[in-house]
């Protein structure tokens, strides 16, 4: 059976196959996006740090570093959508002064958007000087990071948001799996097989010495 020892080398190939992936999956995923912000936020105000398109293959990744207490929050919305909504609720003020972008950043405006759409807040922080978050999508979605500062007084902050892509890596770890399982299979089928049939030949009569009369 000369199929034998050919299977036996195409699993030895595909296990050293899948052991080289599994290698190559353990670098680290490159980042796709980067964005870092440092600056003051006013006294109970907050702001848009930045918007994204998310894709089930990006990974968010939002931290911050600051001086005080403040919170992060990520909504399910484009930010010309929350910024047409803060608007509206700026009522005394005609057009887009600047007068109205700083009464739109009131941190009483964001809370009653938290409170109205709670179906579009995808997470909302705790208190801390220190946070951060990783946020996956489920499908193709807009979001929107934004940070507040409820204190009576300026808090200095670093943002930090990183966009990974992570499928090429999933893929990856999936295939190195497979191969390294079908590998083993193989391969070691192979020797058994063999192993076998050496036992075989090795106890069957036509082995044994014949004696000559």
């Known amino acids: 059976m000369r199929w034998i020892p050919l299977i036996g ?15 190559v999956s353990l670098i680290p995923p490159a980042a ?3 964005f870092v912000r440092g600056g003051g936020i006013l006294p109970e105000k907050y702001e848009v740090l930045r918007w994204y398109v998310l894709t089930p293959q990006v990974e968010l ?3 911050t570093k600051s001086n005080g207490s403040v919170y992060i929050c990520l909504l399910g919305v484009s930010q010309l959508e929350f910024d047409l909504w803060a608007r509206a609720q700026v009522k005394e003020s005609p057009g887009w002064s600047p007068e109205v ?10 809370e009653k ?5 709670p179906n579009v807040v995808l997470w909302k922080s705790p208190l801390g000087e220190e946070l951060s978050y990783e946020f996956s999508p ?13 204190s009576p007084s300026v808090v200095e902050v670093i943002a ?18 497979w191969l390294i399982l079908t590998g ?19 106890s069957s009569p036509a082995a044994s010495p014949r004696l000559i009369r």
């Open 9 to 23: 080398r195409t699993g030895s190939v595909i296990l050293m196959t899948g052991l080289a992936l599994a290698l």
């Open 32 to 34: 796709f996006f980067s």
């Open 61 to 63: 990744r939002v931290s």
């Open 101 to 110: 972008l700083l009464a739109m950043r009131d941190l009483a405006i964001l």
């Open 113 to 117: 958007f938290l409170q109205e759409r």
């Open 138 to 150: 489920a499908s193709i979605l807009n979001v929107t990071v934004v940070i507040a500062n409820p």
């Open 160 to 177: 930090r948001i990183e966009g990974v892509v992570r499928l090429a890596q999933e893929r990856v770890i999936a295939a190195a799996q």
């Open 184 to 202: 083993l299979i193989s391969a070691a089928g192979a020797a058994l097989i063999k192993r076998l049939r050496k036992t075989a030949k090795s």
